[in-house]
Structures are given as structure tokens and as C-alpha cells.
């Protein structure tokens, strides 16, 4: 007998145990039963890396500005601690500080490579700008005090720092540190007063004269400090408060501007009282009187020429009776003042001038206006002073970013006739001068210029903007308004009945574009769509061809009246109203139904005046939804057009329209659940038939059998495929439908009501689906089980669509044209479609619509959808290339366009029948490669369980593709295609707001691009490679020039001293003169510069001044040898000559026999 072995017993069951949990895992990435051809993946790990690459747009909450004039840099900080600085178009460069702090204040080092930033958080950072991206070398946080101002003179290591309790300190920028020489307000204001002087708003050394001081209160004390003697020489006072202060570049007069509006000019050695007080936007009253007071003027400068007046430039100002009049710049020049009027808050301004040195003549160009939400720069050489044509992508914002699309390897030839149809939209009147702002090197970066990328901002002004995104710039290549083509309210009784929208009822949704055939449409928020053609000639359209859509799901409510049970209705597939309404004319005119309900009438109301069309986007057609019943249209959530077909879907929460834009006629007209047929998988209430599709645009027409149509054209395409209802059972359901008609209208209204709002506050094409909540940063998503099917029903919206040519049931032998459907309950729906000859053919017969009845389910809601072929490759959809529409065609090409079917063949096309396809489907939760044409399931992936999928996009890296997903819990996802294995999962950023849900997106090559706020732009990679490169694609901020030299003093200045007067700074705040300054006032903190910012810090601004320091005084001495050489020998040449003359006088009597 043998002998029972327990231990052999449980290895087996746990060997058993383990191959059953693999072969399960196996079995969620492999369904058993499919067996699938391997295709070779070339995607691995390795091939991902997430970095920031650039950020475009104009810098959100500005707060600072500074401009070094020999580099000719621009720098701008922000409310939120960011750093935008600008050189020559195409050299830009974003930082971030870590504590978000508020930049106040920006400082350059002229020419050194260097910029000192101060923080509302009482913090001085030094940022090393020779390096592609800047780094922060130093920190200065003070403990004790706030920081107010900050002052450095050109060619100075020593910043002065005012604070709000009045005191001045002084830190050296080389090592960041503080000096024991400090300023107390105490000392500086008179010892009679009795009162703080205020903040310091104003430090600046006098230009002639480095070792005068001039500080600023803001009580309106102004006091000229002389630092050798350590006292005050002269004190200003006035009555009001002081904003700004600006030096003559004499040094004996300066400027000050109030709170009262006045501006008041004080002479150095005349303490008492201003030599002159102006007033620019005063009313000037009779009798002398001093003129009424006026806004503060928050800044002026005053900038000399050589060959005229001076030039006062001020902010603010304005009279107080000038209500609702727009900010403005004042700029006095002699006795002539313009006031030039802007278009938002003025936040800072500079003048550019000719020398960076203070004690020369200016010579101001122009003017960097730094506004609340734009950048302006005037030119002052000009007459008028016209503005700069400003080459930076700063115009994102010109109306609130409602999506964005990015496309990747755009055809070769789209990019030029974009340009030159945009170059026609461009403003005229600009300087005719260059941009001054020029500074930095751009890199011509051949790693990725090849690649031309275009992105798409959709505005809630209606506009579509297209920008050149090719290598890392952004330049804006054409702009499209989709409001033209609508009537403007010019009063509110007139008002458009947008009742589904708060404001901004032109705002875009959604765009579908094809790149090759240049075919763009637009879905609007007001639930209408506009289909365009690309045209490089002008037309004019005399009407504008519309078509009207009655798209609505009717619900009724669970309480049904006593004693009256609805009769269960058979699902019709594409039947409609048997009672047929003549079309009527364009435009439509509002109607009513009989309880005096808004019903048929469009949410905009179309021009039916004739419209001139310019070159670029042209009106094809426009479609819209119409109300029902007193019900308001919902909004579009998916839409998709194809060039090849002629045909445009769209669909929302009820349901699906498809239009065929050549005939302009409606081909399909359906609710969600007629899609499914007898194959519904919920649980359906009983529900109302829908009100008459029938539409009130021309030739558009839903027609059943026996309903009588004036042209072929307007035939439905799957009137053939019709359920015909029972007699008996219409009058049953037409008799209960009287009985609850108020309850049903009350319940969908109120749903109706309820999907609107969430759709408005969200903007999403997936907003119409169970709620989000904002928890920790991140967005939850409830979808319990128990939710009602009325609740469902509703909810089921239209989510994604593509069309494609592939196989649409299990039994087909080749592939054919169809669409795929997404709802919103994770559903894939097929429609087969039937398309007539090419030609004129075309344009004649109808195209035949009719679902397959083919379904597959996922996971949540279906987001994107696309196909491969046998190779693993993309199969991209069909399309017709780009013609010219507007010139008449030739006999010969018009009989090639009649032989020519307008379906482009794609790969799949000439594929052998034998050669299957794969669809690659992505949800919110999850993703599938389904095996066509069995349907077989042969890879799944679960992206996430606790979160969901607000983006997925098929896109192509490395001559492979792979499947990009952005997940709500900020998570950045790639899968390998066709087995979908992780390759990629980063934590990014968290979705605080819908902001970044609506605008991201992926496009091919590894790049992608999301509004990371209301103004700008950030721009990404998930490529190992562009990563890699990335230094090498940006350009380079610090580049050697030359610091001018500096104002010839003349002869007798020089003579008698008249010229600018030098300090040694070092001696009188260095540590051995001054002392240590006290260690609790101030904490430094090393910065993160890294290794290359240590040495651009030290071949940069204290290398540089160590060198010409060690310079100057090794010239020193050597012209020090060199006088005390020359004295020698002049010495020597005296003696020399002495005793000549004394030999000469000794010998000069002596005959030659006397020696």
C-alpha cells in the first residue's frame, strides 16, 4: 500500500492554483477561443519619456515687467510666481518659482546673463539666464521685513532693497548677501516729524552722481541720500501720496507722479517747493485756482533726446468724470500730448531707449505696454505713434478658449494656403519698423521642422483659429468666424431664442476636419452645425443652404394614470410621421404649437441676405436643430464628417442625424434606442412615439412610405427598412399620449432642462453623463447600478463616431463603407451605408442608410475609436483630395470627375478578402482590439477602475502607433497596438478644472497640448526622443554682445569736473567698512542652479566682474610703470643735456694743442 503523501497534495494544488491565476490573466489580455496572427510591436518602455517642452500665449494675471537694453530681452512675472521671457519671434522661455509667490518687482543685470526677481513673499531670487532653461543660482528670504522696491544700478553688484517699514538694505548680487550698511527711515526723514513716511516705493541713484540716493515714501517725502556721509542732503515734501519717481539724465531735476493726478518737478538744490506742478488730464479752472483732482498717475517717466523736447510718459491720470472711458497712456512730448487708449488695465510699462547708460540722452523708440491681458509696443519715432505688429502667439485669449485639436504631419501644401489666405485678415497701420524686441538666438532645429503640425482653438465668440505648430513655435495662420453666417440681435426683444445658453450662443463645441480635402465642420453650443469648404477664390452666396432637424426623444413618467397601462411598442429602425408637412421656405419662421408652445424654430436665425465669402472657409451648409414642443434642441456631444462619402453625423443625448452635404439632404433621423432595434439590451420604459421629425428647412424631409416627395434627392434611404405599425395600436398609443401628454412634456423638460445645465457648466461632447464632483483635486465619477431606466434612457448620448470602410457583420467577405457609433453607456453601434457612383451620379441618386445591427459593449462611455489593418498599421479614414470648387473646370476633367468615384482607397481596400481588420476601441474604463470580421475579442485592457478616460487618441510614434489615454486622476497612460500592454503611466498634474479636460489632446510624433490656463498654452511630449533633443530645439536667451561705451564727459567736464561721479561701492558696503548685516533679518538659501548654472554663474556675473575688475587695475598699474618710466627718462634726458652744455662751456676757449 503506498504511503499517502499530504505534503505532494498541496504542492499540487498550489501549482494548480497558480496556472489557473495565470491562465486568467491570460485570458483578460487574450480571450480564449482567438486565435490571432502576431504582429511584431517595435514600441517598448523605453520609447516614452513626459517632459514640458514650450509654452505659448500671453502670460496669465501679468504683474511685472523689465527689459534689458543691450540684450534686448523681455522679461514679464506673474501673479502665480511664472516667469515669461521674450527675445526675437521664436525665443521664449517659461519659469515657475516654487512658492507661487506674486512676482512684484523684476530686475535685469544688464548684459550679464542674469535677472533678480522679487516675491510678494518677501523673497529675492537671482535666475541665471545663460543657460536654454533658467535656473535660480541664489535666494534671499526676508524674515523681519516686506520688500517693496528694488533698485540696481547699471554696472553694479549692490541692490538696493526698500520695505514697507521704510528702511533700505543692500545685498550683493554675487554671493546674496546682505551688507551691514543699511538705511533707516528714522535717519532719513526730518527729526521734527512726527509721523512714518510710509513704504519706500522709490530707489534710484542720481545719474550724475552715484553717491546721491533718491528714496521715495509713499506719505510723499522724497529725501537725497548721501551715502559717504551716511545723511541726508535735501528732503522734498508734498501733500500727496507718491507713486513713481524719475531722474532728468542730467541728475539736477526730477519727476514725481501723485495720487491726485499731478505730476510735480523738483530741482535737486530747491528743497522747498516744485518748480512746476502739472496736471495733464486736469481741467484747468479760471482765477488761478488749482484744478480739480484726478485718478493717481501709478507711473512716469521722463526720457531726454539730443535734437528736442523731453518726453513724459505716464499711466493713469484720468479725470474723474471720464466714466467708462478705457485705460490710457499719455505721452507729452513739448507742448503736443497724445492719449493713447488702450484695450484693458495698464499693469506696467517701460520706455525702450537708445543706451542703457542714465546719465546720457535717452533717445526713447518706444513704449512696452504691459496690460491686464496684451502686450503693446509703441513707436515714438513715428508720427501718431503707431504700434508694433507683435510676432508673439499672445492673441490665444482674444475670446474665452472654449477646445483645442492638434494635428500632426498636415499635408505639405495646406500650411502655404492657410498662410496666404491669412495674410489677407492682417491689420493694417502697424510701425513699418522692425520688432525691437530681438534679443537671444533662435535655433533652426532640423529635427523636427519637417513636421507640420497645425493646432485648432475653437472661441466662444464662434472664431476658429489655426496656428502653425510646426518645430516648437506657434504662429497663427488664419482665423474663421462662424458667426457670419447668423443674424445679430441689435436689441433684446430681437434677441436669437437661446434659451439653452447663458451667453456666447455662437461658442464652438466640437470640429471634425479632414487635412487632405481641407473639409472642416463645427458644432456650436447652440445646437447647430456648419459645414466648409477650403477656397482660394472670393464668392458670393446669395442664400446661405440650411437645413433644419427635429431631433427629440420623448420620455414619459413612471406614473402612469390609473386604469391605463401603454401597449409595449414595436422599436422602429428609420420610420417617421406617415402624415407628410410640405417643406418650408428658407428661412424658417418661427412657429408655435397648439397650446401656444415654441415649436420648429432654430436656436439662431440665418442671414437670408446674400454673403460675401472670402478666400479661406466658405459655407457649404448649415444645419440646425429645432425646438420641439416648447423643449429647446440639446447641445451636439459627437460629430464626424467625411469628404469621401459627403456625408456629416452628429448625435446628442437623443439621438443620431446624418446629413449627405452634397444633396443637402437629411439621410438619417434617429433616437438612441431605435439604433439598437430588437437587439436593446436595457430594460426600456414604455416611452411616446416622437413628435414629426419633419424639419422646416428646404428639402429637408423624413419620408415614409406613401408620403409623396417632389424630388428624388429628398427619398429617405431607409424608408425601406421601416417597421409599419399596427392601426389599432397607433390610435391606442395616439389616445394614452393626450391622456399624459402635460406629465411627459413636464418630466422631459425638466430633463432636458437638467442635461443643459451640466452640459453648459462643463462644455464637454461627454457632459451628458452621470455627475462629476471635485474631491482632493481630482474628479470622482458615480455610476451606481441601481440607476432607474428612464435615468439610463436619458442619459445614453451620442459619444463618438467614425467613419470608416470595413466590415460590418460577421458574415461579410470584404470590407464596405460604415459608421461606428459610441453612446455613452459604452455601446458600439454599426451603420452600413450604400453610396452611389461617383459623379454625377452622385449627386443624383440617394445614398442608402441602414444599421447593420451589429453591437459591442465596453466599459463606460466609448471616447475613440479606430482601425488596423493585418500589418498593425493605421488605417486611415477614406477621403476625396482638395480640388478648387470655384473655377470652372474643363470638359476633360469634368468626364475624369464623372469615371472618378469620390471614395479614396484605403489600405484595407487592397487588402485580400482572406485579410481580416482590427478596431481599436477606447471607453473611460476601458480598451479593445477587436478582431473584424468575426468580432472576436483579441486583446482588453482595463485602463483604470477608480477613475475614468477624459482623452484617448490612436497616434503614430517611431513609425509604430500606440493608444494615448489622460485619465481624471491626472494621469498621462500609452498601450502598444494591437496587444494594448502598458508602456507608459506617469502622473502628470491633477484636473483641478474642466479647463484641461475640454482643451487636451494627443497628436502624432509624441506631442500633445492643453490650455493650462484661460491664456496660454502648455505644450508637451511623451517621446524619448523629442526629449532627448529638446535643448537642442530651443533657442538660447543670453548671447556675447557688447556693452556700449559709455558718454564721451567732453574736455571741459572733464576739465572741471562736471562730469558723473563715480562711487567704490565695494569699500563703502563691503564687510570690512560696513560690517556684518544681522543674521536673523535675512536667510539665504541656495538655489537649484545645478552644475551648468554654477558655471554660467561663474563665467557669467561674478566671473565677468572679477575679470574686468583684475583688468582695470592691472591697467591701472601699468600705466602707473609706465608714467613713472616716462618721468625716469625725462630725468635722464635733463641730465644728459645738463652736462653736455656743461663740457660745451668748459672746452668752448680752447684751442685743440690746450687738451
Given at each position: 500500500?503506498?504511503?499517502?503523501?499530504?505534503?505532494?497534495?498541496?504542492?499540487?494544488?498550489?501549482?494548480?492554483?497558480?496556472?489557473?491565476?495565470?491562465?486568467?490573466?491570460?485570458?483578460?489580455q487574450h480571450p480564449p477561443g482567438n486565435r490571432e496572427p502576431e504582429i511584431q510591436e517595435t514600441l517598448q518602455s523605453e520609447h516614452f519619456q513626459l517632459c514640458k517642452t514650450v509654452r505659448h500665449g500671453f502670460p496669465y494675471q501679468p504683474s511685472a515687467l523689465a527689459f534689458d537694453p543691450v540684450q534686448k530681452i523681455l522679461a514679464v512675472g506673474t501673479q502665480t510666481g511664472a516667469l515669461r521671457l521674450f527675445g526675437r519671434p521664436g525665443v521664449e522661455c517659461y519659469c515657475q518659482h516654487d512658492s507661487g509667490a506674486a512676482v512684484i518687482q523684476l530686475q535685469f543685470l544688464i548684459n550679464e546673463g542674469a535677472l533678480v526677481s522679487a516675491l510678494a513673499d518677501d523673497t529675492l531670487h537671482l535666475w541665471n539666464l545663460r543657460q536654454k532653461r533658467p535656473a535660480i543660482l541664489h535666494s534671499l528670504k526676508f524674515c523681519r521685513e516686506r520688500v517693496t522696491f528694488c533698485h540696481l544700478p547699471f554696472q553694479s553688484k549692490w541692490l538696493y532693497v526698500g520695505t514697507e517699514r521704510g528702511n533700505i538694505h543692500i545685498v550683493n548680487v554675487e554671493s546674496f548677501t546682505l551688507s551691514g550698511?543699511?538705511?533707516?527711515?528714522?535717519?532719513?526723514?526730518?527729526?521734527?516729524?512726527?509721523?512714518?513716511?510710509?513704504?519706500?516705493?522709490?530707489?534710484?541713484?542720481?545719474?550724475?552722481?552715484?553717491?546721491?540716493?533718491?528714496?521715495?515714501?509713499?506719505?510723499?517725502?522724497?529725501?537725497?541720500?548721501?551715502?559717504?556721509?551716511?545723511?541726508?542732503?535735501?528732503?522734498?515734501?508734498?501733500?500727496?501720496?507718491?507713486?513713481?519717481?524719475?531722474?532728468?539724465?542730467?541728475?539736477?531735476?526730477?519727476?514725481?507722479?501723485?495720487?491726485?493726478?499731478?505730476?510735480?518737478?523738483?530741482?535737486?538744490?530747491?528743497?522747498?517747493?516744485?518748480?512746476?506742478?502739472?496736471?495733464?488730464?486736469?481741467?484747468?479752472?479760471?482765477?488761478?485756482?488749482?484744478?480739480?483732482?484726478?485718478?493717481?498717475?501709478?507711473?512716469?517717466?521722463?526720457?531726454?533726446?539730443?535734437?528736442?523736447?523731453?518726453?513724459?510718459?505716464?499711466?493713469?491720470?484720468?479725470?474723474?468724470?471720464?466714466?467708462?472711458?478705457?485705460?490710457?497712456?499719455?505721452?507729452?512730448?513739448?507742448?503736443?500730448?497724445?492719449?493713447?487708449?488702450?484695450?484693458?488695465?495698464?499693469?506696467?510699462?517701460?520706455?525702450?531707449?537708445?543706451?542703457?547708460?542714465?546719465?546720457?540722452?535717452?533717445?526713447?523708440?518706444?513704449?512696452?505696454?504691459?496690460?491686464?491681458?496684451?502686450?503693446?509696443?509703441?513707436?515714438?519715432?513715428?508720427?501718431?505713434?503707431?504700434?508694433?505688429?507683435?510676432?508673439?502667439?499672445?492673441?490665444?485669449?482674444?475670446?474665452?478658449?472654449?477646445?483645442?485639436?492638434?494635428?500632426?504631419?498636415?499635408?505639405?501644401?495646406?500650411?502655404?494656403?492657410?498662410?496666404?489666405?491669412?495674410?489677407?485678415?492682417?491689420?493694417?497701420?502697424?510701425?513699418?519698423?522692425?520688432?525691437?524686441?530681438?534679443?537671444?538666438?533662435?535655433?533652426?532645429?532640423?529635427?523636427?521642422?519637417?513636421?507640420?503640425?497645425?493646432?485648432?482653438?475653437?472661441?466662444?465668440?464662434?472664431?476658429?483659429?489655426?496656428?502653425?505648430?510646426?518645430?516648437?513655435?506657434?504662429?497663427?495662420?488664419?482665423?474663421?468666424?462662424?458667426?457670419?453666417?447668423?443674424?445679430?440681435?441689435?436689441?433684446?426683444?430681437?434677441?436669437?431664442?437661446?434659451?439653452?445658453?447663458?451667453?456666447?450662443?455662437?461658442?464652438?463645441?466640437?470640429?471634425?476636419?479632414?487635412?487632405?480635402?481641407?473639409?472642416?465642420?463645427?458644432?456650436?453650443?447652440?445646437?447647430?452645425?456648419?459645414?466648409?469648404?477650403?477656397?482660394?477664390?472670393?464668392?458670393?452666396?446669395?442664400?446661405?443652404?440650411?437645413?433644419?432637424?427635429?431631433?427629440?426623444?420623448?420620455?414619459?413618467?413612471?406614473?402612469?394614470?390609473?386604469?391605463?397601462?401603454?401597449?409595449?411598442?414595436?422599436?422602429?429602425?428609420?420610420?417617421?410621421?406617415?402624415?407628410?408637412?410640405?417643406?418650408?421656405?428658407?428661412?424658417?419662421?418661427?412657429?408655435?404649437?397648439?397650446?401656444?408652445?415654441?415649436?420648429?424654430?432654430?436656436?439662431?436665425?440665418?442671414?437670408?441676405?446674400?454673403?460675401?465669402?472670402?478666400?479661406?472657409?466658405?459655407?457649404?451648409?448649415?444645419?440646425?436643430?429645432?425646438?420641439?414642443?416648447?423643449?429647446?434642441?440639446?447641445?451636439?456631444?459627437?460629430?464626424?464628417?467625411?469628404?469621401?462619402?459627403?456625408?456629416?453625423?452628429?448625435?446628442?443625448?437623443?439621438?443620431?442625424?446624418?446629413?449627405?452635404?452634397?444633396?443637402?439632404?437629411?439621410?438619417?433621423?434617429?433616437?438612441?434606442?431605435?439604433?439598437?432595434?430588437?437587439?436593446?439590451?436595457?430594460?426600456?420604459?414604455?416611452?411616446?412615439?416622437?413628435?414629426?421629425?419633419?424639419?422646416?428647412?428646404?428639402?429637408?424631409?423624413?419620408?415614409?412610405?406613401?408620403?409623396?416627395?417632389?424630388?428624388?434627392?429628398?427619398?429617405?434611404?431607409?424608408?425601406?427598412?421601416?417597421?409599419?405599425?399596427?392601426?389599432?395600436?397607433?390610435?391606442?398609443?395616439?389616445?394614452?399620449?393626450?391622456?399624459?401628454?402635460?406629465?411627459?412634456?413636464?418630466?422631459?423638460?425638466?430633463?432636458?432642462?437638467?442635461?443643459?445645465?451640466?452640459?453648459?457648466?462643463?462644455?464637454?461632447?461627454?457632459?451628458?453623463?452621470?455627475?462629476?464632483?471635485?474631491?482632493?483635486?481630482?474628479?470622482?465619477?458615480?455610476?451606481?447600478?441601481?440607476?432607474?431606466?428612464?435615468?439610463?434612457?436619458?442619459?445614453?448620448?451620442?459619444?463618438?463616431?467614425?467613419?470608416?470602410?470595413?466590415?460590418?457583420?460577421?458574415?461579410?467577405?470584404?470590407?464596405?463603407?460604415?459608421?461606428?457609433?459610441?453612446?455613452?453607456?459604452?455601446?458600439?453601434?454599426?451603420?452600413?451605408?450604400?453610396?452611389?457612383?461617383?459623379?454625377?451620379?452622385?449627386?443624383?441618386?440617394?445614398?442608402?442608410?441602414?444599421?447593420?445591427?451589429?453591437?459591442?459593449?465596453?466599459?463606460?462611455?466609448?471616447?475613440?475609436?479606430?482601425?488596423?489593418?493585418?500589418?498593425?498599421?493605421?488605417?486611415?479614414?477614406?477621403?476625396?483630395?482638395?480640388?478648387?470648387?470655384?473655377?470652372?473646370?474643363?470638359?476633360?476633367?469634368?468626364?475624369?470627375?464623372?469615371?472618378?468615384?469620390?471614395?479614396?482607397?484605403?489600405?484595407?481596400?487592397?487588402?485580400?478578402?482572406?485579410?481580416?481588420?482590427?478596431?481599436?476601441?477606447?471607453?473611460?474604463?476601458?480598451?479593445?482590439?477587436?478582431?473584424?470580421?468575426?468580432?472576436?475579442?483579441?486583446?482588453?485592457?482595463?485602463?483604470?477602475?477608480?477613475?475614468?478616460?477624459?482623452?484617448?487618441?490612436?497616434?503614430?510614434?517611431?513609425?509604430?502607433?500606440?493608444?494615448?489615454?489622460?485619465?481624471?486622476?491626472?494621469?498621462?497612460?500609452?498601450?502598444?497596438?494591437?496587444?494594448?500592454?502598458?508602456?507608459?503611466?506617469?502622473?502628470?498634474?491633477?484636473?483641478?478644472?474642466?479647463?484641461?479636460?475640454?482643451?487636451?489632446?494627443?497628436?502624432?510624433?509624441?506631442?500633445?497640448?492643453?490650455?493650462?490656463?484661460?491664456?496660454?498654452?502648455?505644450?508637451?511630449?511623451?517621446?524619448?526622443?523629442?526629449?532627448?533633443?529638446?535643448?537642442?530645439?530651443?533657442?538660447?536667451?543670453?548671447?556675447?554682445?557688447?556693452?556700449?561705451?559709455?558718454?564721451?564727459?567732453?574736455?571741459?567736464?572733464?576739465?572741471?569736473?562736471?562730469?558723473?561721479?563715480?562711487?567704490?561701492?565695494?569699500?563703502?558696503?563691503?564687510?570690512?567698512?560696513?560690517?556684518?548685516?544681522?543674521?536673523?533679518?535675512?536667510?539665504?538659501?541656495?538655489?537649484?542652479?545645478?552644475?551648468?548654472?554654477?558655471?554660467?554663474?561663474?563665467?557669467?556675473?561674478?566671473?565677468?566682474?572679477?575679470?574686468?575688475?583684475?583688468?582695470?587695475?592691472?591697467?591701472?598699474?601699468?600705466?602707473?610703470?609706465?608714467?613713472?618710466?616716462?618721468?625716469a627718462m625725462l630725468s635722464s634726458a635733463e641730465s644728459f643735456s645738463k652736462h653736455a652744455h656743461e663740457i660745451m662751456l668748459k672746452y668752448k676757449d680752447k684751442k685743440w694743442y690746450q687738451f
Amino acid at each position: 500500500m503506498r504511503k499517502f503523501n499530504i505534503r505532494k497534495v498541496l504542492d499540487g494544488l498550489t501549482a494548480g492554483s497558480s496556472s489557473a491565476s495565470q491562465q486568467q490573466q491570460q485570458q483578460q489580455q487574450h480571450p480564449p477561443g482567438n486565435r490571432e496572427p502576431e504582429i511584431q510591436e517595435t514600441l517598448q518602455s523605453e520609447h516614452f519619456q513626459l517632459c514640458k517642452t514650450v509654452r505659448h500665449g500671453f502670460p496669465y494675471q501679468p504683474s511685472a515687467l523689465a527689459f534689458d537694453p543691450v540684450q534686448k530681452i523681455l522679461a514679464v512675472g506673474t501673479q502665480t510666481g511664472a516667469l515669461r521671457l521674450f527675445g526675437r519671434p521664436g525665443v521664449e522661455c517659461y519659469c515657475q518659482h516654487d512658492s507661487g509667490a506674486a512676482v512684484i518687482q523684476l530686475q535685469f543685470l544688464i548684459n550679464e546673463g542674469a535677472l533678480v526677481s522679487a516675491l510678494a513673499d518677501d523673497t529675492l531670487h537671482l535666475w541665471n539666464l545663460r543657460q536654454k532653461r533658467p535656473a535660480i543660482l541664489h535666494s534671499l528670504k526676508f524674515c523681519r521685513e516686506r520688500v517693496t522696491f528694488c533698485h540696481l544700478p547699471f554696472q553694479s553688484k549692490w541692490l538696493y532693497v526698500g520695505t514697507e517699514r521704510g528702511n533700505i538694505h543692500i545685498v550683493n548680487v554675487e554671493s546674496f548677501t546682505l551688507s551691514g550698511y543699511v538705511i533707516m527711515w528714522n535717519k532719513a526723514i526730518e527729526l521734527s516729524s512726527k509721523s512714518h513716511p510710509g513704504p519706500v516705493v522709490h530707489i534710484s541713484d542720481n545719474p550724475m552722481d552715484e553717491g546721491k540716493l533718491l528714496i521715495g515714501f509713499e506719505s510723499g517725502t522724497v529725501v537725497l541720500w548721501d551715502l559717504k556721509s551716511k545723511k541726508a542732503d535735501y528732503r522734498y515734501t508734498y501733500d500727496e501720496a507718491i507713486h513713481s519717481v524719475a531722474w532728468h539724465h542730467e541728475g539736477k531735476q526730477f519727476i514725481c507722479s501723485h495720487s491726485d493726478g499731478t505730476l510735480t518737478i523738483w530741482n535737486v538744490r530747491s528743497p522747498a517747493k516744485p518748480v512746476q506742478t502739472i496736471t495733464p488730464h486736469g481741467k484747468q479752472l479760471k482765477d488761478g485756482k488749482k484744478p480739480e483732482p484726478c485718478k493717481p498717475i501709478l507711473k512716469v517717466e521722463f526720457k531726454t533726446t539730443r535734437s528736442g523736447e523731453p518726453f513724459i510718459i505716464l499711466s493713469g491720470g484720468l479725470s474723474y468724470d471720464t466714466v467708462g472711458r478705457r485705460p490710457c497712456l499719455t505721452v507729452m512730448h513739448g507742448k503736443s500730448t497724445a492719449v493713447l487708449e488702450m484695450d484693458y488695465s495698464i499693469v506696467d510699462f517701460l520706455t525702450l531707449c537708445e543706451t542703457p547708460y542714465p546719465n546720457d540722452f535717452q533717445e526713447p523708440y518706444a513704449v512696452v505696454v504691459l496690460l491686464e491681458k496684451d502686450l503693446v509696443l509703441i513707436d515714438l519715432a513715428q508720427n501718431g505713434y503707431p504700434i508694433f505688429e507683435n510676432p508673439y502667439p499672445l492673441s490665444i485669449h482674444e475670446s474665452p478658449v472654449t477646445c483645442c485639436e492638434y494635428f500632426a504631419d498636415c499635408p505639405v501644401d495646406l500650411i502655404p494656403a492657410l498662410y496666404s489666405v491669412g495674410a489677407r485678415q492682417k491689420r493694417q497701420g502697424y510701425s513699418k519698423k522692425e520688432w525691437p524686441i530681438n534679443g537671444g538666438k533662435r535655433k533652426n532645429c532640423n529635427f523636427i521642422h519637417h513636421i507640420l503640425n497645425i493646432a485648432f482653438l475653437r472661441h466662444a465668440d464662434g472664431s476658429v483659429k489655426f496656428w502653425d505648430a510646426s518645430a516648437i513655435t506657434l504662429q497663427v495662420l488664419y482665423k474663421l468666424k462662424t458667426s457670419k453666417v447668423f443674424e445679430k440681435s441689435r436689441n433684446k426683444d430681437d434677441r436669437p431664442n437661446t434659451d439653452i445658453v447663458d451667453e456666447d450662443p455662437y461658442a464652438i463645441q466640437i470640429i471634425s476636419w479632414c487635412p487632405e480635402s481641407r473639409m472642416l465642420c463645427i458644432a456650436g453650443v447652440s445646437a447647430h452645425v456648419i459645414i466648409y469648404r477650403f477656397s482660394k477664390q472670393e464668392v458670393i452666396t446669395e442664400v446661405i443652404p440650411m437645413l433644419e432637424v427635429r431631433l427629440l426623444y420623448e420620455i414619459n413618467d413612471v406614473e402612469t394614470p390609473e386604469g391605463e397601462q401603454p401597449p409595449p411598442l414595436p422599436t422602429p429602425v428609420g420610420g417617421s410621421n406617415p402624415q407628410p408637412i410640405p417643406p418650408q421656405s428658407h428661412p424658417s419662421t418661427s412657429s408655435s404649437s397648439s397650446d401656444g408652445l415654441r415649436d420648429n424654430v432654430p436656436c439662431l436665425k440665418v442671414k437670408n441676405s446674400p454673403l460675401k465669402q472670402s478666400p479661406g472657409y466658405q459655407t457649404e451648409l448649415v444645419i440646425q436643430l429645432v425646438w420641439v414642443g416648447g423643449e429647446p434642441p440639446q447641445q451636439i456631444t459627437s460629430l464626424a464628417v467625411n469628404s469621401s462619402y459627403g456625408l456629416v453625423v452628429f448625435g446628442n443625448c437623443n439621438g443620431i442625424a446624418m446629413v449627405d452635404y452634397l444633396q443637402k439632404a437629411v439621410l438619417l433621423n434617429l433616437g438612441t434606442i431605435e439604433l439598437y432595434g430588437s437587439n436593446d439590451p436595457y430594460r426600456r420604459e414604455p416611452r411616446s412615439p416622437r413628435k414629426s421629425r419633419q424639419p422646416s428647412g428646404a428639402g429637408l424631409c423624413d419620408i415614409s412610405e406613401g408620403t409623396v416627395v417632389p424630388e428624388d434627392r429628398c427619398k429617405s434611404p431607409t424608408s425601406g427598412s421601416s417597421s409599419p405599425h399596427n392601426s389599432d395600436d397607433e390610435q391606442k398609443m395616439n389616445n394614452f399620449i393626450e391622456k399624459v401628454k402635460t406629465k411627459s412634456r413636464k418630466f422631459s423638460k425638466m430633463v432636458a432642462s437638467d442635461i443643459a445645465k451640466m452640459s453648459r457648466k462643463l462644455s464637454l461632447p461627454t457632459d451628458l453623463k452621470p455627475d462629476l464632483d471635485v474631491k482632493d483635486n481630482s474628479f470622482s465619477r458615480s455610476r451606481s447600478s441601481s440607476v432607474t431606466s428612464i435615468d439610463k434612457e436619458s442619459r445614453e448620448a451620442i459619444s463618438a463616431l467614425h467613419f470608416c470602410e470595413t466590415f460590418t457583420r460577421k458574415t461579410d467577405s470584404s470590407p464596405s463603407p460604415c459608421l461606428w457609433v459610441g453612446t455613452t453607456l459604452g455601446t458600439v453601434l454599426i451603420i452600413a451605408l450604400n453610396l452611389p457612383p461617383g459623379g454625377e451620379q452622385r449627386l443624383l441618386q440617394p445614398v442608402i442608410v441602414s444599421p447593420s445591427g451589429t453591437i459591442l459593449r465596453l466599459k463606460g462611455a466609448i471616447l475613440r475609436m479606430a482601425f488596423l489593418d493585418t500589418t498593425g498599421c493605421l488605417i486611415p479614414p477614406a477621403y476625396e483630395p482638395w480640388r478648387e470648387y470655384n473655377v470652372p473646370e474643363e470638359k476633360d476633367e469634368k468626364e475624369k470627375l464623372k469615371k472618378r468615384r469620390p471614395v479614396s482607397v484605403s489600405p484595407s481596400s487592397s487588402q485580400e478578402i482572406s485579410e481580416n481588420q482590427y478596431a481599436v476601441i477606447c471607453s473611460e474604463k476601458q480598451a479593445k482590439v477587436i478582431s473584424l470580421p468575426t468580432q472576436n475579442c483579441a486583446y482588453k485592457q482595463n485602463i483604470t477602475e477608480t477613475s475614468f478616460v477624459l482623452r484617448g487618441d490612436i497616434v503614430a510614434l517611431s513609425n509604430s502607433i500606440c493608444l494615448a489615454c489622460f485619465c481624471a486622476n491626472g494621469h498621462i497612460m500609452t498601450f502598444s497596438l494591437p496587444s494594448l500592454r502598458p508602456l507608459l503611466d506617469v502622473y502628470y498634474l491633477p484636473l483641478t478644472n474642466m479647463r484641461i479636460a475640454r482643451t487636451f489632446c494627443f497628436t502624432n510624433n509624441g506631442q500633445a497640448l492643453y490650455l493650462v490656463s484661460p491664456t496660454e498654452i502648455q505644450r508637451l511630449t511623451y517621446s524619448q526622443e523629442t526629449c532627448e533633443n529638446l535643448q537642442e530645439m530651443l533657442g538660447e536667451l543670453f548671447t556675447p554682445v557688447e556693452t556700449p561705451e559709455a558718454p564721451n564727459r567732453g574736455f571741459f567736464k572733464g576739465l572741471f569736473g562736471g562730469g558723473a561721479q563715480s562711487l567704490d561701492r565695494e569699500e563703502l558696503f563691503g564687510e570690512s567698512s560696513s560690517g556684518k548685516a544681522s543674521r536673523s533679518l535675512a536667510q539665504h538659501i541656495p538655489g537649484p542652479g545645478g552644475i551648468e548654472g554654477v558655471k554660467g554663474a561663474a563665467s557669467g556675473v561674478v566671473g565677468e566682474l572679477a575679470r574686468a575688475r583684475l583688468a582695470l587695475d592691472e591697467r591701472g598699474q601699468k600705466l602707473g610703470d609706465l608714467e613713472e618710466r616716462t618721468a625716469a627718462m625725462l630725468s635722464s634726458a635733463e641730465s644728459f643735456s645738463k652736462h653736455a652744455h656743461e663740457i660745451m662751456l668748459k672746452y668752448k676757449d680752447k684751442k685743440w694743442y690746450q687738451f
